[in-house]
């Protein structure tokens, strides 16, 4: 039985990594805590995407938030959280779109932070570079 090796990545790379994931960690967590207060902005967004305001709905999403935001945080599960953030943010993504928000500043958001998420980790681990080698 073989295993993937641990591809060695060079230290920008890894630096480069650890910024861009810190930066979404830190969106995502504080995205999160706004909805378990839930602040009315958030319920009165929720409403206009057709959600409603239930403040346990904005509670429910922020609990996802962060724990699948803390997954990703935690080396050993962040492949495991950034495919939850994909899933996470692919339905963001599909709630913009359904209403027709703007492309640019709502619809690609969760599209740019998708890549953030992956970027951030490729560069970061190489296990999973290991696993998406791309050649020069």
């Not at 230290?11 to 960690?25: D, H, M, N, Q, W």
């Not at 706004?34 to 319920?43: C, H, S, Y």
């Not at 962040?78 to 913009?96: C, D, P, Q, R």
Request: hydrophobic share 45%.
């Amino acid at each position: 039985m073989s295993t993937i090796a641990d591809t060695e990545s060079s230290k920008p790379a890894r630096i480069t990594g650890r910024i861009l994931s810190g930066l979404v960690i830190v969106f995502l967590l504080f995205d999160g805590a706004i909805k378990l207060v839930p602040l009315q902005v958030v319920t009165e967004t929720m409403d206009r995407m057709g959600y409603g305001a239930s403040e346990t709905l904005a509670r429910s999403l922020g609990i996802i938030t962060i724990v699948c935001t803390l997954l990703y945080s935690v080396p050993p599960t962040s492949i495991l959280g950034a495919i939850l953030l994909t899933g996470y943010l692919g339905g963001a993504i599909a709630s913009h779109v359904r209403i027709g928000s703007p492309l640019l500043t709502h619809t690609l958001f969760g599209l740019s932070l998708g890549l953030m998420v992956w970027g951030g980790l490729y560069l970061r681990d190489g296990n999973l570079r290991a696993l998406l080698p791309f050649r020069r």
